[in-house]
């Protein structure tokens, strides 16, 4: 077993695949993992995979968008151990046409991924600075550089955090914090992204694809691990994957 870090790594928007790997590669490294979503029941699995490889999980409900409870979960990781390494990792992703986008979609959407963004870094900074360390990072889409159809809401929340993240990583990467936006821009190995590719090109569209054509969410995690590791004398401040295969 990892050696137990006095250390926390908090991932706000720990779903079941690209927050749950983050979740498990840094408890496997052997920080404290406070992991956080809408429903805390939804968190049990994830909390049990964490255990049974011999690392600890807290976890908490939480919504994005309010303030309150950003800051409370962030006091209760710091409260755990040192805080360390921060994760937005809210998602939000939508599809739309311009004239069925509601005021309220629209809204809702930039609240969960670019406003709770906001909170997160600003919370987050408000804990590490005066150590003078820490990670925050920020999980961004292709929507976060180029807008598509039907992705107003979407491309717009996504594009407004990454513009967020690198104000960020400019006042903060001074003062000793890494922050660092990533862009995935790949279809990832979910059972939402299996479901789309099988309504758009059929029922065996999955069994022709070339194998590692989605990405793996432990791949993506394995990114958010080598970023946090890297000495600041070679800071990355924004990192984009894909697969082999995925045109761009």
């Not at 956080?36 to 968190?43: F, I, M």
């Not at 040192?82 to 069925?100: D, Y």
């Not at 997160?120 to 600075?129: H, K, S, W």
């Not at 990583?169 to 003062?175: F, M, S």
């Amino acid at each position: 077993m990892t050696q137990a870090r006095n250390a926390t790594a908090a991932v706000i928007g720990a779903g079941d695949y690209i927050g749950a790997a983050i979740a498990r590669r840094f408890a496997a490294e052997g920080y404290v993992v406070v992991a956080g979503r809408r429903s805390e029941d939804k968190l049990a699995p994830l909390k049990a995979a964490i255990e049974a490889e011999g690392g600890r999980c807290v976890t908490r409900a939480l919504d994005a968008r309010k303030e309150d409870d950003i800051a409370g979960f962030l006091d209760a990781a710091e409260a755990v151990a040192p805080l360390e390494v921060v994760v937005f990792n809210v998602g939000a992703n939508v599809r739309f046409p311009l004239l069925e986008t509601t005021e309220r979609v629209f809204r809702k959407v930039w609240e969960m991924a670019c406003y709770g963004g906001f909170l997160t870094g600003r919370e987050a900074a408000r804990i590490m600075l005066p150590r003078g360390r820490g990670s925050i990072f920020f999980t961004g889409a292709t929507a976060s550089v180029r807008g598509g159809s039907g992705y107003a809401a979407f491309a717009s929340a996504k594009a407004g955090l990454r513009m967020m993240a690198q104000s960020m990583a400019r006042e903060l990467g001074p003062k000793g914090l890494h922050v660092a936006h990533l862009v995935i821009d790949a279809g990832v190995d979910t059972a939402f992204v299996r479901d789309r590719i099988r309504a758009a090109r059929g029922a065996d569209a999955l069994e022709s694809m070339p194998e590692d054509t989605l990405m793996n969410p432990a791949s993506i995690a394995e990114a958010y691990w080598s970023l946090h590791t890297q000495t600041r004398d070679g800071w990355t401040h924004e990192l984009d994957l894909r697969p082999y295969a995925e045109t761009w």
